[in-house]
């Protein structure tokens, strides 16, 4: 059991029923994962734990659903008697509110928080009982299964299939002084199931065979437990700050690793993985600062690789807003609760961290009990970022606005020169600069700001025409001038290109993401990737083409192409305007024709490339698996068929040439009766080898893809019934609706896949046990289970594939038992028709078959609305 909260087990036990509570009752919850954990025992447990400590404890209401075993749990415990209501002509009982108010105890147990009240008797929900209980101030412990949580409804049904209509609050749970997780393994469980331990003897199979399958409750296991955890680390939380404590506490290790976006980070995350892999618990996290203003730092597409590097390594990716890098990282670590920082080595030249620290020295000096880790790694090559802005701001335009701009306002405030004093002139003039600036940038805007003060230095300061400056403050208005117009420039430059960055970023975070987006769609995800990048670069055409691991273009072969037309097959990338490298070692090429990319594009081609080849290896190995299934499929069908031409023909031809040959002999005098039992021995024979040939035939066809099965819509009944034709009926139970979906399948081999696993049934099941043959539909798995029950000895889970091998008889039981073929049969027809056979235990003993055979014409199967209940 799993516990939750910083109250004690034993908080409450020293008030008795001579105290009356004045604050708010406590709250208990045993939490599980799956009905028939155990939560309600664990509860009766505790009470009584409660009262031998002299606490007064009562008992609202416990379902004990017929269990034996719980109600010798409830014992002599106080038990409140139930509110008696009739509803409809059905008499209910619920849990009496008022009488539990009036008897004021100081614990009181109530079962089934989520439960749904009958109406008519108050609040709509017992958790709303609950709540009025504890307002009265009387301790409440409680049980609730972990798909009764409201935020959870959507995620249970979609594993069971099964939408639960009765659901508690998750804040009502949350609020708990305590919460107990109940756990069981799945296996166990459905032990516990089996030996009718959960539900009545009836609802075992079919409990087993939908809402208790072992996948559905790992799962629902796997949400308790996260759930749980989930609250003890907000519980850790709370404490850490209710008490003021700042500092890392290891109860796990989590490795953050800051990335600043530079070729590094790979390396950063690697190291960083090596150091989470080495034990067991701990935690990679990622983090990537971003400035206030927007700027990441880095391009969006090298950002978006590592942060899919830092999940495929099994860590999270975060972005943070700071413009402190250092102290973003640490608060950013102590927040997490981080225990180890891996950083890069700083970049910058020794002079230049003289004058400004390098990132990671700042966070090694501020980390305090945090563990750091700076990685060397290979100096890298400083971006021609410079040279960039450069060529994008002296365009002819920029420059023609650092003359003309000024030149223009000029001539224009010189038409008004009488009426305009110097500060007008200046703040015209500083227009300008903000004019060139987001036209050219910094540089031409700040010769702009110089061109105005000379011209309103000659035209507007007196004297007039000559730079000369009569007053001291013109002369100093004018240095402030060119100052602020510099200053602002640059603020107006740097906006500009944050805005600019931003857009890009925004534009690169949707591509990528409709590119993943279309990866995870069914069908074939090159075409939908190619097409989805094609789109993107607004380019007209984009190919991929195989030409070869390292060689250049040696007979390339065109892999997918999407756009207008068609490349040239003999060489596919002429014209292209951009050429990619997908996968270099496996000589993948990317081409887009349309126009040339910007260089700042290069690193997101390079992102959606690697996505690109991403998709043709899912693809092949889609397409690699099918093949192997294929394969497979093939070798089980030539191993059943070279099986029993080897050894299984010869029994029944044996039968056949002993009898017939008896039979002939004039030596021997044979009486009637004897005569009859040798030919009902050569006529079984004969019906046996027929029945084998018939596999073999249908299996051979198979084999060689002449017979193809014929697959087409068909009742379940109709494929059982005819199936157990010639079985004897005496030793047959057959309970199937005639309401249930049409199934997909070939009906003459399905038949055939039923007739052998009934007959293996009926010859090992015990003497005056029927087999039964049951069929329901798999919420949410759009499929058909028909089980067949037998009560025989069984067969050890380690031995149950092997059943499925030529020969294998129960417990090596001699030739008149069977040929010990059928079963492996059953399995090669099964295949072909797309069905599965899996096997399980029988309650009480014995074997259970279980034939799923998917449902005609539906891709998907909606959940229906039933509650735990009616799980079953």
Known sequence: ??????????????????????????????????????????????????????????????????????????????????????????????????????????????????????????????????????????????????????????????????????????????????????????????????????????????????????????????????????????????????????????????????????????????????????????????????????????????????????????????????????????????????????????????????????????????????????????????????????????????????????????????????????????????????????????????????????????????????????????????????????????????????????????????????????MALPGDPLTAVLEQARIGFGMRRAVLVRSGPGTTRPDPRVLAVAGDTMPDPDDPLAGADVVVDADGEEGLVLGLFGHPLVAADQQLVDVVAAQVALALERSELEAEAAQAERLRQSDVVRTAILAAVSHDLRTPLATIKASMSSLRDGAVTWSAEDRDDLLAATDEAADQLDGLLSNLLDLSRLQTGVLAPVRRPVSVDEVVYRALIGLPTARLDVEISDDLPLIDTDRGLLERVVANIVSNAVSHSADGKPVRILAGEVPGAASIQIRVIDHGAGVPEAQREAMFAPFQRLGDAPSGSGIGLGLAVARGLALAVDASIEVDDTPGGGLTMIITVPIAGRDEQPASGRSEGEAV
């Open 1 to 518: 059991m799993i516990e939750e909260g910083s109250v004690p087990a034993s908080s409450g036990s020293a008030r008795t029923s001579t105290e009356r509570p004045a604050a708010r009752g406590r709250l208990r919850v045993y939490l599980g994962a799956a009905p028939g954990v155990g939560k309600t025992v664990a509860m009766l447990g505790e009470a009584r734990r409660r009262r031998e400590r002299g606490t007064d404890v009562v008992v609202g209401i416990v379902e004990d659903h017929g269990r034996d075993y719980t109600r010798e749990c409830l014992g002599d415990l106080e038990v409140i008697p139930r509110r008696t209501l009739e509803h409809r002509g059905i008499t209910l009982t619920e849990l009496d509110l008022p009488a539990v108010l009036a008897r004021r105890p100081a614990v009181v147990l109530i079962d089934e928080l989520a439960h749904t009240n009958a109406p008519g008797i108050g609040h709509e929900k017992r958790w709303q009982d609950v709540q009025s209980i504890l307002d009265a101030g009387i301790d409440v412990i409680t049980t609730v299964n972990i798909q009764h949580l409201e935020s959870l409804n959507d995620v249970v049904a979609g594993i069971t299939g099964i939408v639960q209509a009765e659901t508690v609050p998750d804040d009502v749970v949350r609020a708990a002084d305590q919460i107990e997780l109940v756990d069981m393994s799945p296996q166990s469980l459905r032990r516990r199931m089996a030996h009718g331990h959960v539900y009545p003897a009836g609802a075992i199979d079919t409990a087993l065979g939908n809402y208790f399958r072992e996948g559905n409750l790992t799962a629902l296991r796997e949400l308790a437990l996260l759930w749980v955890a989930d609250r003890v680390d907000e519980g850790l939380d709370r404490y850490r700050r209710e008490h003021g404590i700042t500092g890392t506490w290891a109860a796990r290790e989590r490795i953050v690793v800051a990335l600043t976006g530079g070729p590094e980070g790979p390396l950063l995350l690697r190291r960083g993985a090596r150091i989470a892999g080495r034990a067991t618990g701990r935690d990679l996290v990622a983090v990537h600062i971003v400035r206030s203003d927007g700027s990441m730092g880095a391009p969006t597409g090298e950002i978006e690789s590592q942060r899919l590097l830092a999940e495929s390594l099994g860590g999270s990716f975060h972005l943070i807003v700071g413009d402190d890098i250092a102290a973003s990282v640490l608060d950013f670590a102590r927040g997490v609760n981080g225990t180890q920082i891996v950083v890069g080595a700083s970049r910058h030249g020794r002079l230049t961290q003289l004058v400004r620290p390098s990132t990671s020295m700042a966070i090694v000096r501020g980390s305090g009990d945090i563990d750091v880790h700076v990685v060397t790694h290979q100096p890298m090559p400083r971006p021609p970022g410079r040279a960039r802005r450069r060529a994008s701001v002296r365009t002819r335009w920029a420059w023609a606005a650092v003359v003309g701009v000024p030149v223009l306002l000029a001539a224009v405030m010189r038409l008004f020169r009488e009426g305009l004093n110097l500060p007008t002139v200046l703040l015209i003039f500083l227009l300008g600069v903000q004019t060139t600036a987001l036209i050219g940038g910094v540089l031409p805007a700040a010769i702009t700001a110089v061109v105005a003060g000379v011209l309103a230095n000659l035209l507007f300061t007196q004297p007039y025409g000559s730079l000369t400056i009569a007053e001291p403050q013109n002369a100093f208005a004018l240095l402030v001038f060119v100052v602020v117009g510099v200053t602002v420039a640059s603020i107006v430059d740097r906006s500009r290109a944050a805005a600019a960055q931003a857009a890009r970023g925004q534009a690169e975070a949707q591509l990528l993401a409709a590119v993943a987006n279309t």
